[in-house]
C-alpha cells in the first residue's frame, strides 16, 4: 500500500509555486487570456479551486460528490467551462482566499484518509495517493496556461515524476474514453528527465515501446503541446496510436492543442 505523503507533499510545494507566480498579479493581469481558448489567468485559478473542491467533497462527502457527477453528466459539453467562469466572476483577492482554503482543507482530508481507502471520481475510484497526484498533474498543467500567459518560463521540476507515472497509468482509460479497445500487452516507456535521469515503467522487454523527453511525455499526456511538437518517438502501432489520443485527466476525450503556427 503506497504511503500517499510524498505526493501529498509535492502537491503543496506545486501549489505554493503556482500562488507565488499569481499572488501579486494586478485585476489587469488576472485577466490576461491564455491559452485555454475562452480561458483567463483567474479561469484557470478558479478551475484548481473547483477542482479542489471536488477533490474535497469526493473524500469527505460521497453523496454529495455524487450528485455532481450527476451534474456533469446532464451538461458534459459546459460543466468544467461553468465551474470556471463562476469562480472567474470572483475578485483577485476572493478567488486567492478561496483557492487557499480549498487546497488547506484538501491537504488535511488526503492526510487524515484511512490507509487503503478509495474516493470516488469522474473516472475510476482514486486512492489518497491517487487523488494527490490528479491533483499535482492538473495544478501542473494549468500553472503551465498561467505562465505562458505571464510570460514566464517554469522549468521542471522532479515532481514532474508523479505525472509521467499517471500518464503511463491511464493509457487504457485514454482509449476507453475515446470508443477503443485498449491494447492487450503492455508497453515500455522510457522517459529522460531534465537531470539526465531515465524514468522507466513497463516490461524491458516489451516490444512496443515510447521514448523521449520527461517534460514532452507530460506536455502530451496534459494536452498542453501538440505531438507534432514534441521528440517523443513510438515503436509499434499501438504505441504510436497511444501518443494521438493520450490524456491523464478524467473525463471525455480532451481537444488538445493545435500544433505550433496553426490556426485553431
Known amino acids: 500500500m503506497a504511503d500517499p505523503t510524498p505526493v501529498i507533499d509535492d502537491l503543496c510545494a506545486e501549489s505554493d509555486e503556482l500562488d507565488r507566480l499569481v499572488r501579486e498579479l494586478g485585476p489587469e ?20 479551486y473547483w477542482t479542489d473542491r471536488s477533490a474535497l467533497l469526493a473524500v469527505t462527502d460521497p453523496d454529495a460528490f455524487h450528485a455532481l457527477v450527476e451534474k456533469a453528466l446532464a451538461a458534459p459539453d459546459s460543466f468544467v467551462d461553468e465551474g470556471a467562469e463562476e469562480g472567474a466572476r470572483l475578485t483577485p483577492d476572493e478567488l486567492l482566499s478561496a483557492w487557499r482554503e480549498g487546497r488547506t482543507a484538501l491537504d488535511r482530508a488526503l492526510r487524515g484518509a484511512p490507509p487503503g481507502a478509495r474516493f470516488p471520481w469522474y473516472g475510476p475510484p482514486m486512492s489518497a495517493a491517487s487523488m494527490a497526484t490528479a491533483r499535482l498533474m492538473e495544478t501542473w498543467a494549468h500553472g503551465l496556461d498561467i505562465a505562458e500567459a505571464l510570460g514566464v518560463v517554469r522549468p521542471p521540476t522532479e515532481r514532474l515524476k508523479h505525472v509521467a507515472r499517471l500518464g ?3 493509457r487504457d482509460f485514454a482509449h476507453t474514453v475515446h470508443g477503443l479497445t485498449p491494447p492487450a500487452e503492455e508497453f515500455r516507456v522510457e522517459l529522460t528527465a531534465a537531470d539526465g535521469a531515465l524514468w522507466t515503467y513497463g516490461p524491458e522487454d516489451a516490444p512496443q515501446r515510447v521514448t523521449g523527453p520527461a517534460l514532452d511525455f507530460c506536455l502530451l499526456v496534459t494536452q498542453r503541446a501538440h505531438r507534432a511538437d514534441l521528440a517523443l518517438s513510438a515503436a509499434g502501432p499501438d504505441a504510436d496510436r497511444w501518443l494521438d489520443i493520450a490524456q491523464a485527466f478524467a473525463g471525455p476525450p480532451g481537444t488538445g492543442r493545435p500544433p505550433k503556427g496553426a490556426e485553431r
Open 168 to 170: 503511463v497509468r491511464t
Open 29 to 48: 493581469r488576472w485577466a490576461l487570456r491564455t491559452p485555454a481558448p475562452g480561458w483567463t489567468v483567474a479561469h484557470q485559478i478558479a478551475h484548481l
